[in-house]
Protein backbone atom coordinates (compact mmCIF):
# COMPACT_ATOMS: atom_id res chain seq x y z
CA UNK A 1 0.00 0.00 0.00
CA UNK A 2 3.24 2.55 -0.06
CA UNK A 3 2.24 5.95 -1.43
CA UNK A 4 -1.84 5.05 -1.36
CA UNK A 5 -4.09 7.67 -0.43
CA UNK A 6 -6.09 5.73 2.76
CA UNK A 7 -9.36 7.73 3.81
CA UNK A 8 -10.75 6.56 7.28
CA UNK A 9 -13.86 7.69 7.95
CA UNK A 10 -14.23 7.31 12.06
CA UNK A 11 -10.14 7.01 12.14
CA UNK A 12 -9.65 9.06 15.29
CA UNK A 13 -11.65 6.59 17.27
CA UNK A 14 -11.00 3.91 19.21
CA UNK A 15 -10.84 1.44 16.70
CA UNK A 16 -9.31 3.89 14.16
CA UNK A 17 -6.22 4.74 15.56
CA UNK A 18 -5.16 0.89 15.52
CA UNK A 19 -6.48 0.67 11.78
CA UNK A 20 -4.63 3.79 11.24
CA UNK A 21 -1.45 2.77 12.59
CA UNK A 22 -1.71 -0.47 10.32
CA UNK A 23 -1.79 0.86 7.29
CA UNK A 24 1.08 3.58 7.81
CA UNK A 25 3.34 0.50 8.67
CA UNK A 26 2.62 -0.99 5.24
CA UNK A 27 3.72 2.42 3.95
CA UNK A 28 0.21 4.22 2.97
CA UNK A 29 -0.81 7.79 3.65
CA UNK A 30 -4.00 8.13 6.01
CA UNK A 31 -6.37 11.10 6.16
CA UNK A 32 -8.27 11.07 9.26
CA UNK A 33 -11.87 11.90 8.32
CA UNK A 34 -14.22 12.82 11.50
CA UNK A 35 -16.85 15.34 13.02
CA UNK A 36 -14.44 16.41 15.70
CA UNK A 37 -10.88 16.64 14.65
CA UNK A 38 -9.70 16.94 18.27
CA UNK A 39 -10.07 13.23 19.28
CA UNK A 40 -7.80 12.49 15.98
CA UNK A 41 -4.63 14.42 16.99
CA UNK A 42 -2.90 10.99 18.38
CA UNK A 43 -2.87 9.95 14.81
CA UNK A 44 -0.31 12.18 13.64
CA UNK A 45 2.27 10.87 16.13
CA UNK A 46 1.81 7.03 15.08
CA UNK A 47 3.12 7.40 11.39
CA UNK A 48 5.75 9.39 9.95
CA UNK A 49 6.28 13.24 9.25
CA UNK A 50 3.34 14.31 6.64
CA UNK A 51 2.13 10.34 6.59
CA UNK A 52 -1.93 11.70 8.07
CA UNK A 53 -3.86 14.69 7.12
CA UNK A 54 -6.81 15.10 8.35
CA UNK A 55 -10.76 16.71 7.53
CA UNK A 56 -13.98 17.51 9.20
CA UNK A 57 -16.65 15.27 7.83
CA UNK A 58 -19.90 13.94 8.74
CA UNK A 59 -21.20 10.83 7.05
CA UNK A 60 -24.58 12.40 7.41
CA UNK A 61 -23.85 15.09 4.82
CA UNK A 62 -22.78 14.20 1.30
CA UNK A 63 -21.11 16.85 0.94
CA UNK A 64 -18.31 16.83 3.34
CA UNK A 65 -17.97 13.05 2.46
CA UNK A 66 -17.19 14.17 -0.93
CA UNK A 67 -14.85 16.39 -0.12
CA UNK A 68 -12.89 13.69 2.23
CA UNK A 69 -12.94 10.97 -0.32
CA UNK A 70 -11.46 13.20 -3.11
CA UNK A 71 -8.51 11.61 -4.45
CA UNK A 72 -8.37 8.67 -2.19
CA UNK A 73 -7.37 4.80 -3.46
CA UNK A 74 -9.20 3.28 -0.57
CA UNK A 75 -11.87 4.59 1.59
CA UNK A 76 -12.98 2.77 5.01
CA UNK A 77 -15.97 3.45 7.12
CA UNK A 78 -15.33 2.57 10.82
CA UNK A 79 -18.17 4.99 11.65
CA UNK A 80 -20.89 3.69 14.66
CA UNK A 81 -22.30 4.68 17.55
CA UNK A 82 -23.99 2.77 20.56
CA UNK A 83 -27.07 5.23 21.28
CA UNK A 84 -29.17 8.03 19.10
CA UNK A 85 -29.93 7.69 15.42
CA UNK A 86 -28.88 4.15 14.43
CA UNK A 87 -30.20 4.80 11.32
CA UNK A 88 -28.83 7.96 9.81
CA UNK A 89 -25.46 6.84 10.63
CA UNK A 90 -25.55 3.37 10.25
CA UNK A 91 -27.66 3.12 7.05
CA UNK A 92 -27.84 6.63 5.14
CA UNK A 93 -24.29 7.31 6.40
CA UNK A 94 -23.24 4.06 5.46
CA UNK A 95 -24.90 4.62 1.95
CA UNK A 96 -23.06 8.44 1.67
CA UNK A 97 -19.69 6.71 1.93
CA UNK A 98 -20.18 4.50 -0.46
CA UNK A 99 -22.19 6.58 -3.37
CA UNK A 100 -19.23 8.91 -2.57
CA UNK A 101 -16.82 5.84 -3.24
CA UNK A 102 -17.95 5.12 -6.38
CA UNK A 103 -18.89 8.30 -7.80
CA UNK A 104 -14.94 9.04 -7.36
CA UNK A 105 -13.61 5.89 -8.72
CA UNK A 106 -11.64 4.46 -5.05
CA UNK A 107 -10.23 1.17 -5.85
CA UNK A 108 -11.53 -0.36 -2.83
CA UNK A 109 -14.23 0.36 0.07
CA UNK A 110 -13.96 -1.57 3.31
CA UNK A 111 -17.25 -0.99 5.63
CA UNK A 112 -16.97 -1.89 9.43
CA UNK A 113 -20.63 -3.62 10.25
CA UNK A 114 -21.07 -5.87 13.36
CA UNK A 115 -22.32 -9.18 14.23
CA UNK A 116 -25.85 -9.27 14.82
CA UNK A 117 -26.59 -6.87 11.44
CA UNK A 118 -30.15 -8.17 10.53
CA UNK A 119 -32.89 -7.00 9.01
CA UNK A 120 -35.13 -9.02 11.83
CA UNK A 121 -33.05 -8.22 15.04
CA UNK A 122 -35.45 -7.34 18.10
CA UNK A 123 -32.60 -3.50 18.24
CA UNK A 124 -32.78 -0.87 16.33
CA UNK A 125 -29.04 -1.52 16.31
CA UNK A 126 -28.86 -4.54 14.49
CA UNK A 127 -31.64 -3.68 12.03
CA UNK A 128 -29.97 -0.41 11.08
CA UNK A 129 -26.60 -2.65 10.73
CA UNK A 130 -28.21 -4.67 8.37
CA UNK A 131 -29.57 -1.60 6.17
CA UNK A 132 -26.48 -0.10 6.01
CA UNK A 133 -24.60 -3.79 4.37
CA UNK A 134 -27.37 -3.74 1.74
CA UNK A 135 -26.94 0.43 1.35
CA UNK A 136 -23.15 -0.73 0.68
CA UNK A 137 -23.51 -3.42 -1.47
CA UNK A 138 -25.97 -1.46 -3.61
CA UNK A 139 -23.84 1.41 -4.03
CA UNK A 140 -20.20 -0.05 -4.02
CA UNK A 141 -20.71 -3.98 -4.99
CA UNK A 142 -17.36 -4.96 -4.46
CA UNK A 143 -17.07 -3.48 -0.93
CA UNK A 144 -16.14 -5.60 2.28
CA UNK A 145 -18.23 -6.14 4.57
CA UNK A 146 -16.41 -6.80 8.10
CA UNK A 147 -18.78 -7.80 10.92
CA UNK A 148 -16.86 -7.47 14.58
CA UNK A 149 -18.14 -8.97 17.83
CA UNK A 150 -17.34 -6.82 20.61
CA UNK A 151 -13.91 -5.49 20.35
CA UNK A 152 -11.62 -5.27 23.40
CA UNK A 153 -8.66 -3.79 23.69
CA UNK A 154 -6.71 -1.13 26.46
CA UNK A 155 -8.58 2.02 25.46
CA UNK A 156 -11.77 -0.26 24.94
CA UNK A 157 -15.78 0.28 27.13
CA UNK A 158 -15.91 -3.25 27.17
CA UNK A 159 -13.46 -4.81 29.87
CA UNK A 160 -12.47 -1.38 31.19
CA UNK A 161 -16.25 -0.37 31.92
CA UNK A 162 -17.12 -3.66 33.96
CA UNK A 163 -13.69 -3.74 35.45
CA UNK A 164 -14.70 0.17 36.98
CA UNK A 165 -18.31 -1.09 38.32
CA UNK A 166 -16.71 -4.61 40.02
CA UNK A 167 -13.42 -2.52 41.47
CA UNK A 168 -16.28 -0.21 43.08
CA UNK A 169 -19.82 -1.96 43.43
CA UNK A 170 -20.04 -4.79 46.10
CA UNK A 171 -21.75 -6.82 44.44
CA UNK A 172 -21.43 -7.35 40.84
CA UNK A 173 -24.73 -6.84 39.00
CA UNK A 174 -25.49 -8.71 36.33
CA UNK A 175 -27.77 -8.16 33.14
CA UNK A 176 -28.01 -10.83 30.52
CA UNK A 177 -26.00 -13.31 32.37
CA UNK A 178 -26.19 -16.03 30.12
CA UNK A 179 -25.96 -14.08 26.61
CA UNK A 180 -22.94 -15.13 24.78
CA UNK A 181 -19.96 -13.32 23.35
CA UNK A 182 -16.33 -13.95 21.50
CA UNK A 183 -14.95 -10.68 21.83
CA UNK A 184 -12.34 -10.01 19.62
CA UNK A 185 -8.83 -7.92 19.94
CA UNK A 186 -8.61 -4.56 18.49
CA UNK A 187 -5.43 -4.99 17.14
CA UNK A 188 -6.39 -8.02 15.59
CA UNK A 189 -9.22 -6.30 13.62
CA UNK A 190 -7.32 -3.58 12.46
CA UNK A 191 -5.08 -6.02 10.73
CA UNK A 192 -7.85 -7.52 9.33
CA UNK A 193 -9.06 -4.21 8.12
CA UNK A 194 -5.81 -3.12 6.91
CA UNK A 195 -5.08 -6.43 4.85
CA UNK A 196 -8.93 -6.42 3.62
CA UNK A 197 -7.82 -2.56 2.31
CA UNK A 198 -4.81 -3.96 0.72
CA UNK A 199 -5.89 -6.89 -1.32
CA UNK A 200 -9.37 -5.48 -2.84
CA UNK A 201 -8.96 -8.50 -5.28
CA UNK A 202 -8.93 -11.31 -2.67
CA UNK A 203 -11.40 -9.63 -0.20
CA UNK A 204 -13.68 -7.21 -2.44
CA UNK A 205 -17.54 -8.12 -2.52
CA UNK A 206 -17.41 -10.79 0.76
CA UNK A 207 -18.58 -10.41 4.00
CA UNK A 208 -16.17 -11.44 7.40
CA UNK A 209 -17.17 -12.09 10.84
CA UNK A 210 -14.46 -11.28 12.74
CA UNK A 211 -14.38 -12.79 15.82
CA UNK A 212 -11.92 -14.07 18.74
CA UNK A 213 -11.00 -17.90 19.59
CA UNK A 214 -13.14 -18.09 22.88
CA UNK A 215 -16.60 -18.08 23.31
CA UNK A 216 -17.93 -16.46 26.95
CA UNK A 217 -20.97 -15.89 28.24
CA UNK A 218 -21.19 -12.30 30.48
CA UNK A 219 -21.14 -13.80 33.46
CA UNK A 220 -18.07 -15.51 32.47
CA UNK A 221 -16.42 -11.97 30.91
CA UNK A 222 -17.53 -10.52 34.69
CA UNK A 223 -15.97 -13.58 36.31
CA UNK A 224 -12.91 -13.80 34.65
CA UNK A 225 -12.06 -9.69 34.88
CA UNK A 226 -12.90 -9.87 38.73
CA UNK A 227 -10.38 -12.85 39.01
CA UNK A 228 -7.76 -10.67 37.02
CA UNK A 229 -8.12 -7.47 39.09
CA UNK A 230 -8.17 -9.61 42.37
CA UNK A 231 -11.91 -8.59 43.56
CA UNK A 232 -14.16 -11.93 44.48
CA UNK A 233 -17.55 -10.52 44.86
CA UNK A 234 -20.80 -11.63 44.75
CA UNK A 235 -22.56 -12.15 41.79
CA UNK A 236 -26.12 -10.97 41.38
CA UNK A 237 -28.03 -11.62 38.28
CA UNK A 238 -30.89 -8.39 37.78
CA UNK A 239 -34.33 -10.29 37.31
CA UNK A 240 -35.28 -9.19 33.56
CA UNK A 241 -38.30 -7.52 35.07
CA UNK A 242 -35.96 -5.25 36.75
CA UNK A 243 -33.86 -4.21 34.11
CA UNK A 244 -36.58 -3.30 31.80
CA UNK A 245 -37.61 -0.70 34.11
CA UNK A 246 -33.73 -0.03 34.47
CA UNK A 247 -33.39 0.42 30.56
CA UNK A 248 -36.76 3.49 31.25
CA UNK A 249 -34.65 5.26 33.00
CA UNK A 250 -32.75 8.58 31.09
CA UNK A 251 -28.99 7.83 31.49
CA UNK A 252 -29.77 4.57 33.33
CA UNK A 253 -26.93 1.60 33.25
CA UNK A 254 -28.57 0.53 29.83
CA UNK A 255 -31.15 1.24 26.97
CA UNK A 256 -33.84 -0.68 25.76
CA UNK A 257 -32.16 -1.07 22.44
CA UNK A 258 -29.28 -2.56 23.82
CA UNK A 259 -31.24 -4.59 26.46
CA UNK A 260 -33.05 -5.87 22.90
CA UNK A 261 -29.62 -6.82 21.90
CA UNK A 262 -28.66 -8.95 25.02
CA UNK A 263 -31.69 -10.66 23.88
CA UNK A 264 -29.54 -12.40 20.87
CA UNK A 265 -25.46 -13.78 21.11
CA UNK A 266 -23.00 -12.22 20.15
CA UNK A 267 -20.68 -14.69 18.26
CA UNK A 268 -19.58 -16.15 14.76
CA UNK A 269 -22.32 -17.20 12.40
CA UNK A 270 -21.35 -21.08 11.81
CA UNK A 271 -19.27 -21.48 8.43
CA UNK A 272 -18.89 -17.86 8.30
CA UNK A 273 -15.22 -16.57 7.17
CA UNK A 274 -13.45 -14.72 10.15
CA UNK A 275 -9.98 -13.68 11.27
CA UNK A 276 -7.98 -16.45 9.48
CA UNK A 277 -9.63 -16.01 5.97
CA UNK A 278 -8.50 -12.55 6.55
CA UNK A 279 -4.68 -13.65 7.44
CA UNK A 280 -5.09 -13.08 11.10
CA UNK A 281 -4.73 -15.04 13.96
CA UNK A 282 -7.29 -14.56 17.12
CA UNK A 283 -5.52 -13.33 20.09
CA UNK A 284 -7.32 -15.28 23.56
CA UNK A 285 -8.27 -12.26 25.68
CA UNK A 286 -6.26 -13.55 28.33
CA UNK A 287 -2.92 -13.26 26.67
CA UNK A 288 -2.89 -9.13 26.12
CA UNK A 289 -5.87 -8.07 28.79
CA UNK A 290 -3.71 -8.19 31.73
CA UNK A 291 -1.34 -5.60 30.66
CA UNK A 292 -4.05 -3.29 31.39
CA UNK A 293 -6.39 -4.49 33.39
CA UNK A 294 -3.60 -4.38 36.28
CA UNK A 295 -4.57 -0.50 36.82
CA UNK A 296 -7.76 -2.10 38.93
CA UNK A 297 -6.12 -4.44 41.08
CA UNK A 298 -6.53 -2.34 44.72
CA UNK A 299 -2.77 -1.46 44.55
CA UNK A 300 -2.40 -1.51 40.43
CA UNK A 301 0.63 -2.89 39.20
CA UNK A 302 2.05 -3.55 42.70
CA UNK A 303 -0.44 -5.71 43.96
CA UNK A 304 1.54 -8.83 42.31
CA UNK A 305 -0.01 -11.99 40.72
CA UNK A 306 -1.09 -14.27 43.94
CA UNK A 307 -4.38 -11.12 44.42
CA UNK A 308 -4.99 -11.68 40.53
Known sequence: MKD??????GGGGFLGRQVAQALMARGARVRIAQRDLAVAVKVKALGNLGQSQFVGADIRKPITVERAIAGSDVVINLVGVLNGDFDAFHHEGAANVAKAATAAGVKALVHISAIGADAGSPSAYGRSKAAGEAAVKAAFPTATIIRPSIIFGAEDQFLNRFAQIIGSAPIIPMIGADTKFQPV???????AIANAAETPGVHGGKTYEVAGPQVMSMKEVNLWIAKAIGRDKPVVEVPSAIASLLALLPGGPITRDQLAMLGRDNVASAGSQGLDALGVAATPMGAVAGKW????RRHGRFAG????
Open 305 to 308: RASA
Open 4 to 9: SLVTIF
Open 293 to 296: MVRY
Open 185 to 191: YVADVAQ
